[in-house]
């Protein structure tokens, strides 16, 4: 058992799984500038009061999920549990919106931290990609921003279902609330402890409990899209109609209620097959309260957020093959110089080498590289180095080649293209 344990539900990322997430993150970049939104970084830490009010004091994440704490001077801070909360206190506290006119487009990738029980796909840290913009009340808009997570699951080749909702507005949720605390209340002792709870302080939640789905159980609860006020009936129409024309497949699901108590009117979940239980990749929706909550002028806004380590494990396996090894030996002292002119000059080139320095034979030579499941190897014997050459063997079908060892493009060149053919 070693001394020291990464902590409780934190995990290490290591070779060759990093790879991997580090060419998800490039990807998602490349993504987020394609679709003209701009990277944001807020700290890990922030003020408690902060999540406190943005996502609500009876939500689950605030109520037991937070990483709290005081630092020296008795202010009461917490780790990030997710990410728009710090986005909507950075746009404010910059003066974003006000600066120039909207529609503001921000993506950030960063860690969150959660204290949930961890299991697979659910962990104590965990990453998150996201896009939220700022200045568009737009119902479009929001079809804009699914359109956008269906190209992320279109480019990592996952199958995703899109599931979209409308859970209504200050006008119109009042009255489905009333509705549902009259369904449920005759049917308390039915329910588990934490929904008993929230029959008073959070009976939407209720419809989305983990633990005993009531929605299984009986097939009559009210759905709020039966309760819609008129503007809100006619958003999530043209949302629809929106989605429609962007060619998204989508499900309405009127059970999506969302976890954090800031949104209005849209909401929405992606669900793929993760092989768990933690089978919901990405959320988000219309929060257009927040940054006035916050203390910011009114301004309407949308987002999601994908996690990263589900997103991950369902991207298909050999999304990204890893890059074939190349590897350079010295058969005796005298092939070191000639070695290490080929080191410098790939070293300018997007191919994954490594040399050894401590000459050895040939036999030896393949046997190492073998081991360390390289591809193709780079040879110094004595001819060689006489002759200004380099001995080049793929190990992968046998073939050999004498090349002159001023000839790195030609070298680099027929790299990259079995890279290609593979
Ligand atoms: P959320 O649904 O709480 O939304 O989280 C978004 C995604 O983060 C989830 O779908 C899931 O993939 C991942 N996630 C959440 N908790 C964990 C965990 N403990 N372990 C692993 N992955 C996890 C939000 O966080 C909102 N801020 C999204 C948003 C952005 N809404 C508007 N803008």
């Given at each position: 058992?070693?001394?020291?344990?990464?902590?409780?539900?934190?995990?290490?990322?290591?070779?060759p799984?990093?790879?991997?997430?580090?060419?998800?993150?490039?990807?998602?970049?490349?993504?987020?500038?394609?679709?003209?939104?701009?990277?944001?970084?807020?700290?890990?830490?922030?003020?408690?009061?902060?999540?406190?009010?943005?996502?609500?004091?009876?939500s689950?994440?605030?109520?037991?999920?937070?990483?709290?704490?005081e630092?020296?001077?008795?202010?009461?801070?917490?780790?990030?549990?997710?990410?728009?909360?710090?986005?909507?206190?950075?746009?404010?506290?910059?003066?974003?919106?006000?600066?120039?006119?909207g529609?503001?487009?921000?993506?950030?990738?960063?860690?969150?931290?959660?204290?949930?029980?961890?299991?697979?796909?659910?962990?104590?840290?965990?990453?998150?990609f996201?896009?939220?913009?700022?200045?568009?009340?737009?119902?479009?808009?929001?079809?804009?921003?699914?359109?956008?997570?269906?190209?992320?699951?279109?480019?990592?080749?996952?199958?995703?279902?899109?599931?979209?909702?409308?859970?209504g507005?200050?006008?119109?949720?009042?009255?489905?609330?009333?509705?549902?605390?009259?369904?449920?209340?005759?049917?308390?002792?039915?329910?588990?402890?934490?929904?008993?709870?929230?029959?008073?302080?959070?009976?939407?939640?209720?419809?989305?409990?983990?633990?005993?789905?009531?929605?299984?159980?009986?097939?009559?609860?009210?759905?709020?899209?039966?309760?819609?006020?008129?503007?809100?009936?006619?958003?999530?129409?043209?949302?629809?109609?929106?989605?429609?024309?962007?060619?998204?497949?989508?499900?309405?699901?009127?059970?999506?209620?969302?976890?954090?108590?800031?949104?209005?009117?849209?909401?929405?979940?992606?669900?793929?097959?993760?092989?768990?239980?933690?089978?919901?990749?990405?959320?988000?929706?219309?929060?257009?309260?927040?940054?006035?909550e916050?203390?910011?002028?009114?301004?309407?806004?949308?987002?999601?957020?994908?996690?990263?380590?589900?997103?991950?494990?369902?991207?298909?396996?050999?999304?990204?093959?890893?890059?074939?090894?190349?590897?350079?030996?010295?058969?005796?002292?005298g092939?070191?110089?000639?070695?290490?002119?080929?080191t410098?000059?790939?070293?300018?080139h997007?191919?994954?080498?490594?040399?050894?320095?401590?000459?050895?034979?040939?036999?030896?030579?393949?046997?190492?590289?073998?081991?360390?499941?390289?591809?193709?190897?780079?040879?110094?014997?004595?001819?060689?180095?006489?002759?200004?050459?380099?001995?080049?063997?793929?190990?992968?079908?046998?073939?050999?080649?004498?090349?002159?060892?001023?000839?790195?493009?030609?070298?680099?060149?027929?790299?990259?293209?079995?890279?290609?053919?593979?």
């Open positions: 058992m070693p001394l020291y344990t990464a902590v409780k539900g934190m995990n290490d990322i290591l070779p799984v990093s790879l991997r997430w580090s060419r998800m993150e490039e990807d998602l970049r490349l993504l987020a500038a394609r679709l003209n939104y701009q990277e944001i970084r807020t700290p890990v830490v922030e003020s408690l009061e902060l999540f406190q009010r943005g996502l609500g004091e009876t689950d994440v605030v109520q037991k999920e937070m990483y709290v704490f630092d020296k001077n008795g202010n009461k801070l917490a780790l990030k549990p997710e990410g728009t909360a710090g986005v909507v206190r950075a746009f404010i506290e910059h003066s974003i919106g006000i600066e120039k006119p529609p503001h487009k921000l993506f950030y990738i960063g860690p969150n931290f959660r204290y949930e029980k961890p299991q697979k796909g659910r962990y104590r840290q965990f990453h998150q996201g896009l939220e913009i700022f200045g568009d009340p737009t119902p479009e808009m929001d079809a804009e921003l699914i359109y956008a997570a269906s190209l992320i699951l279109d480019h990592f080749k996952v199958k995703g279902e899109i599931r979209v909702n409308s859970i507005c200050p006008a119109c949720r009042p009255a489905y609330r009333e509705t549902l605390v009259n369904y449920f209340r005759p049917k308390a002792e039915e329910l588990c402890g934490d929904c008993r709870r929230r029959i008073d302080i959070n009976p939407l939640r209720l419809i989305d409990c983990k633990a005993d789905s009531p929605r299984t159980r009986w097939n009559d609860i009210p759905v709020i899209t039966d309760h819609l006020c008129p503007q809100c009936a006619s958003d999530f129409d043209r949302l629809k109609k929106a989605l429609e024309i962007f060619h998204v497949p989508f499900v309405v699901d009127p059970f999506i209620v969302r976890g954090l108590d800031y949104y209005v009117k849209t909401a929405f979940e992606i669900t793929a097959d993760t092989g768990g239980t933690q089978n919901a990749i990405a959320g988000g929706g219309r929060y257009d309260n927040l940054v006035a916050t203390g910011g002028d009114a301004t309407p806004a949308t987002g999601f957020a994908i996690g990263l380590e589900r997103l991950l494990s369902v991207v298909p396996q050999d999304f990204y093959g890893a890059q074939p090894l190349a590897m350079g030996f010295a058969l005796y002292d092939g070191i110089p000639a070695l290490l002119h080929l410098k000059h790939l070293s300018h997007p191919v994954r080498y490594m040399a050894e320095y401590t000459p050895r034979k040939f036999k030896n030579a393949l046997q190492k590289a073998n081991k360390l499941g390289a591809r193709h190897i780079f040879i110094f014997g004595e001819d060689e180095v006489k002759n200004a050459q380099v001995l080049y063997k793929d190990l992968a079908t046998g073939d050999q080649q004498l090349f002159g060892q001023h000839e790195t493009m030609t070298i680099v060149s027929m790299l990259m293209e079995k890279e290609i053919e593979k």
